[in-house]
Structure formats: C-alpha cells, structure tokens
C-alpha cells in the first residue's frame, strides 16, 4: 500500500509556546542521553538556550498570495532576503517545506514580489531538494553577496500545509530533530481481502524509520490510541481488534520495535502528538516483552464504505457542512440554524476544533484548520464564533462557542478545513500527458482488458466539458478545473493514440471518472487522437453568487414602448411573442431588478474566450465576452418555465470592491473583463435586457429563478450557489417578490415547504 500522508517534523510556530509535535499542542518531557541499552526513551525538545539561535521564515511582499512571496530569513537578530543567482526549484522545494507547505511548485526571480530591505543573507544556494534546511545548501556563506535587492528570490508553494501545521502567523521557526521522530504512519493489513480492497481499515500499525517501516509495542494500548491513529487515516471511529487472530500471524513474524509507549489522549491529529517511548539501543527486535504489533480496526464514514447496508447505518451531521473545496474532505465550515446555512469565525479556530468537524461529517481527524476565508467566503450569515472543542465532541454545536455580532467577524474571517481521508489510489487509474505544466494535458485513463492485463487509452471529446474535467482535476489532486477541452492535437506528447471511452457525463461531484456515466460500447463521432478529451487545472477558482436581498428590494414592473426596445429585440431579450407585435407602436410589459454579483472565491472570474473572440454589437456599441452569462426565469408552482430572460455579459467589470481591495477590471476601451476576488459587479434595473419579459404572464403565483454562470462555462469553486429564488404573486398589475435566496441557502426541509407554497393568496407579505 502506498503511504496515504506524509509526516515532517522539521520546524515549528513561532507561537510562544514551543510544539515538539509541531502541532501547536505541548507535550513536554524530560532531557535524556541515549543509552547503549534496549532501554525505552522519552522524546525529548531542545532547550530554549539552542531554540534562540534556529533560523526564522517568512513569506512577504505585494500581490502574493498566502503560499507565495520573497522569502525573508531572520539570522542574528535580523531579517534579510535570499539572492536569485543560482536559485532553482530545488531550493524552492527546502524553503517551502520550511515554510510549512509540503513543496514547491515553481520560484521567481529579480524581485518579482517587491524588494527587500536589510542584508542579503544568502547568495548562489544550490540545494538538492532532499535538504531539510537552506543552511545546509552549498552557499556562498551567510551574508556573503554580490547581489542588490533588485535579484530578491521568492517561492510559490503547493498550497496544502504539513499534516498538522496550525494556519497562524507567517513567521516559522526551523527546528533540528534526532532521528527518533514520527514521519509517516500506515496500516499494513494482513488478511488477504483487505490487501486487495480499499481503503485499508485493519492491519498492524506501522512508523516510517529511515529507510524501513517499524512497529509499535501493543502493551498499554488503548482505545484512545487507535482512535489517534484511525484519525489519520481518514476514518472517524475505531472499533475492537480479534487480538487472537493477530497473535498467531505476528508470533510468525520477525517484528522491529520502534516505539516501546504510545499514551495518547485521543484528542491528537497525529501520533508524534502524543507521548512517546522510544527503543534507542543496538537490539534489531526492540523491547516488547509479552506484547505484540499494534493492531488497529476502522470504521470507514458513509462515502468509503463498500457494505451498502452499513453505509446507510451510518450517519452524518445534516447541520454541518463543507463548502467550496476540491475534495471530499475539504471546504468552508458552515453550519444549520433556524433552517439556514451560516459560516463559523475562524477566532480561536484550531486542529482540535477542526478535527470535530471532520469526524463529525465522517472523515478522520483535521489535517488543516484554515482562517482567512481560504475556502472562499460565504455569503449568509455568520452562526458561530470562538468555536472552542476539547475534541472529544460529537458535533461542533456540543462545543463552547458565542454568538455572533455585525462587528465581531466578516466573511473574509470564514473557518475552513481539511480533513484527513483514506487513500484510495485513485489518481493511478487516470493522467494527462503534452501540457506545459502538469496542470494541463490530455487525459488518459487505464483500461482493464479481458486477459487480465491493462492499457492506456483516451476519451472521446464529444459532450466533454467543465463537469467532467472538474472529476479530472479531483482525481488527480490538482484542485479545480479551468477548461473542459474537446481538441487537444496541440498536446500530442504520448504514444497513446487509441480512443477507449466516450459518452463520459460527470455530475462534478464524483470523486474519479469511473464514477461517471459512459457508453457501454465505444461510440465516438470523431475518434481521432486529436479529438481526445483534454483538461487544464488550476488550484485556484473564482465563485460567484448574487445578491438574494438586493434582488428583492429592487424588483418593479414597467411597460416600455416598443420604440424603445429594438436593441433589446436585437440582442434577443425579449420573449417570442414580441416578433409577432406591432412595431413601433405598443409595448413589453417587463419585471426589472437589479443583479449584484459577487465573486467571493479564491480566483478572479474571467470570461473562458479572450478578446480576439469576443463579438461587437454595435447596436449598443459594446463587446460580447460570453454568450450567456445568467439565465432569468419565472418559474410556475410545478416548475414550469412560463416567462425568460438572458443576459449575455456585455460588461463584466469591477463596479465596486470590499476595503483594501482594488479594482482591475473596467469595459472602457475595449478593456479587460472580469470580477476581481472581493469585488462586484452591479447591473442596474433600469439597463437593457436586465429584465423578463412578462407580457404574455397570467396572474398568478410564481418562483423568480436567476441562474449565473448556467452553462458552467467558467471554472468555479461551487456551483450550488449559483441560482437564487424568490416567491413572487402577479395580479395583472403589480408583483410582489418576497422570500428571496441561494439556492442552497436554506435546509431541505425549509426548501421543501417554499417550493410547496412559492406564493400567497393576499396581498401581504408573511414572514
């Protein structure tokens, strides 16, 4: 089995209380000198007079983002850059994992996030990757340099933290350990089914040592160890081992004993959390007398689990949440009150609380707790705030919180997670191939064939889009998807040239491509390799979602003169019947409201076609970016479509932005379009085709629906808040809108009854 997490406990937070465990909990204990015996020692933590002399990190400058900027090293006592000359991704790859992240992805040069102030530290470093520090790279010495601030070197790192690294502050502190640490962790099973199915969910409990894997000494094992350890391997409970069945498989084996004492509380999201004994001395076998490996049993949540009976035994939060993220596992924290979605503040957002959440929605343990919106913003309101678990909880609403006010958090505050989840060896049935990057290329999946052997083949572009290539991107581990291709004789880089599958259709939510629905027997119209289903990924994407309450308190009735609206009729904004009218004389009864459409998301929202593409309309005197950019409807009780509106976005800009955010994109002179991460763009009710065209509407009770983005023709991080609805009631002279939401704003059993009663029988308005 191939590790499913990987575990580096090289550097700690600078949070004024030093972490052995580098997971913001302390686990303090004794300072011992190994012994030539087989006689078991306690970790031990440097002391603070060799802590004062380590090396400090940071990331810095402007526009960056969180994983990214020049990289400053604080050296006696002062703070100071890294020279450009010589710098290669392998350097990137040391200081990023310094820096908290698992690794790099690429490096700038000649300052690219401004310039630094104070000393060049370093010049011409060469490292081979395999570093665990930058000052043990060959160098030119500390403080020895030809260079100005002008070639100041910066990272861009691979935007997932260590396992357990606490999100705070951006300073790190580099931290020297023995060789008696825990790395990596893994279950290796013994009983035949379980080697050949997963995820893994029994087997003997095993630490990565050097270059071999070790065991753990089972005597004083507890409940609250396995429940450690089934944590970070992604499962949310531990159950009882057959003990006897084990024994006679382990008394076979030659064991080596790593760890003599494992005494965790069960509240740690890694074993290195918890105090630990090791075996330090010249025996191969350890020290075990009378016990045996560590055996430990998991119980899979509901979308790991293979029993169909058991998954429907086992339950979920339905008050719970995660929003916005790539992964199952991963997102937005938000939570059910008073059958509406809210956010949770990120103030004293920690592992312990984070880990609650994860169990809670049937994952293992936290691997990340998130601040800062790093999920994408919410849009609701805000239900909890100083969320404070002991980690024992069942669901965070058992945890000690407050109740949030206006001044006491914002959306860009909302607490997010990543949850530790089973390995499922899922990127190794599909990869892409002749991109640029490994983010982009053409996709290829491994076909199992009749003689038992297997062969890569490639997809049938026709009907391939974003959905199917956001599964792509999942699958992969490489976040979102930017581009659904259907031609990719651009990246002909592979020996691949036969066409397997086709009919692909994705939903978006599956986790692989296997997930999806496909032809039973291969039918594509153009199965040329250069037709071959293509993808390029991003680990960033934007996510936009009107505003429910704008739409609700700008909503009216107008009846425009025909005169007026030839190039609206033009544009094709008004309904069919419109053809057949009197022209110029009469007019379009029409139900305005404005649309003011966020981007709250990690990327900003551009249109999929570049300028070259896009189509004048002179009728108006402004240029097309996309064909459809929302979809307007007046829905009946059933759902039936009775009266539409489109709006192509014929000006996608900034019209304003959050504090502290500037603007990037305006329509003047054939400019830019776009909505900027934190901005928004407002189309006023009193511009054309920001309507539906109700002419032709009898009186009655109605649900207005608003749909950005339909077609998906832009990557998002979420789509489920793309459609708001209203219950609105026509008379045959005025309306009244009321009730008005995201779609997925409110808990099922409150969509239910709104759905069921969309209107009302009198003039007033209940709440």
């Not at 999806?516 to 071959?532: E, G, I, L, P, T």
């Not at 000006?651 to 934190?678: H, M, P, W």
């Amino acid at each position: 089995m191939e590790p499913n997490h990987l575990w580096r406990c090289t550097m700690t937070l600078l949070l004024g209380v030093w972490s052995m465990s580098c997971m913001g909990q302390t686990t303090p204990s004794t300072q011992t000198t190994p012994s030539a015996t087989t006689t078991p020692t306690a970790k031990t933590t440097p002391p603070p007079t060799q802590q004062s002399n380590r090396l400090k990190f940071r990331l810095a400058g402007y526009p960056r983002k969180h994983n990214e900027g020049r990289v400053e090293v604080f050296y006696k006592g002062e703070w100071g850059t890294i020279c450009d000359d010589d710098f290669s991704l392998f350097n990137a790859h040391v200081l990023c994992r310094q820096l908290g992240f698992v690794s790099a992805t690429g490096w700038t040069h000649s300052a690219k996030y401004g310039k630094g102030t104070g000393k060049i530290w370093l010049d011409n470093v060469q490292c081979s990757g395999s570093e665990t520090s930058i000052s043990v790279c060959k160098s030119r010495g500390w403080g020895n340099s030809d260079c100005t601030h002008d070639e100041d070197a910066g990272v861009v790192c691979k935007d997932e933290r260590l396992p357990g690294y606490v999100d705070t502050d951006n300073v790190i502190e580099h931290l020297q350990v023995d060789e008696y640490h825990i790395e990596e962790v893994r279950l290796r099973p013994v009983v035949t089914t379980a080697k050949r199915r997963l995820p893994v969910t029994e087997g003997v409990v095993e630490v990565r040592y050097k270059d071999t894997w070790a065991q753990v000494c089972d005597r004083g094992w507890t409940p609250k160890n396995s429940r450690v350890i089934c944590g970070m391997m992604g499962f949310p409970h531990e159950r009882k081992v057959n003990k006897n069945f084990y024994r006679l498989y382990t008394e076979r084996q030659k064991n080596h004993f790593l760890v003599h004492s494992v005494a965790c509380l069960g509240t740690e999201v890694h074993l290195a959390a918890c105090p630990l004994q090791f075996n330090k001395g010249n025996s191969t076998e350890g020290s075990c007398e009378d016990g045996l490996p560590a055996v430990v049993s998991c119980i899979a949540g509901p979308l790991y689990t293979h029993n169909a009976a058991l998954r429907k035994k086992l339950k979920v939060s339905k008050t719970v949440r995660l929003k916005g993220g790539t992964h199952a596992g991963e997102g937005r924290v938000e939570v059910l009150k008073g059958g509406v979605w809210g956010t949770v503040c990120d103030d004293r957002w920690n592992l312990q609380t984070a880990s609650v959440v994860c169990r809670e929605l049937g994952f293992g343990s936290a691997k990340e707790a998130l601040t800062g919106a790093r999920m994408g913003q919410g849009m609701g309101p805000i239900h909890m705030n100083e969320v404070q678990c002991a980690g024992t909880e069942r669901s965070i609403w058992g945890c000690h919180f407050k109740n949030i006010t206006e001044e006491d958090c914002q959306h860009t505050e909302d607490a997010s997670v990543r949850c530790n989840t089973p390995y499922m060896a899922y990127e190794k049935a599909v990869r892409i191939g002749g991109g640029r990057s490994r983010y982009e290329g053409r996709v290829e999946v491994l076909q199992a064939l009749p003689n038992g052997t297997q062969r890569w083949g490639l997809l049938c572009g026709d009907g391939w889009g974003t959905p199917e290539a956001m599964v792509v991107c999942r699958q992969l581990g490489l976040g979102y998807a930017n581009h659904g291709l259907k031609e990719t004789w651009y990246w002909d880089g592979s020996n691949v040239t036969d066409m397997v599958w086709s009919g692909v259709k994705c939903t978006g939510n599956e986790m692989s491509l296997s997930q999806c629905q496909r032809h039973k027997v291969f039918n594509c119209q153009k199965s040329a390799a250069r037709f071959a289903a293509g993808v390029i990924c991003s680990e960033t994407a934007s996510d936009l979602v009107l505003n429910a309450t704008l739409v609700q308190q700008t909503t009216y009735i107008e009846d425009r003169p025909l005169h007026m609206l030839y190039c609206a009729a033009e544009e094709d904004c008004l309904s069919k019947t419109a053809a057949q009218a009197n022209w110029p004389y009469g007019h379009r009864r029409l139900l305005r409201f404005s649309s003011q459409i966020h981007n709250v998301g990690r990327a900003d929202f551009r249109p999929r076609l570049g300028r070259h593409s896009w189509v004048w309309h002179a009728c108006h005197g402004h240029y097309h970016s996309m064909d459809i950019f929302t979809h307007y409807d007046l829905l009946s009780t059933n759902g039936t479509k009775m009266a539409e509106g489109h709006k192509a976005s014929f000006c996608l800009e900034d019209s304003e932005c959050q504090e502290g955010i500037s603007k990037r994109y305006e329509c003047a002179n054939f400019g830019e379009q776009g909505i900027t991460v934190g901005c928004w763009d407002l189309y006023r009710h009193d511009i054309d085709c920001q309507w539906i065209d109700i002419t032709d509407l009898k009186p009655g009770n109605y649900i207005l629906q608003v749909v950005i983005n339909p077609n998906q023709e832009v990557s998002e991080m979420d789509y489920t808040n793309n459609a708001m609805k209203c219950s609105c009631k026509y008379d045959g002279h005025r309306i009244w809108v009321h009730s008005c939401h995201i779609g997925d704003a409110f808990s099922e059993e409150v969509e239910r009854k709104f759905e069921k009663y969309p209107g009302q029988f009198n003039n007033q308005i209940t709440n």
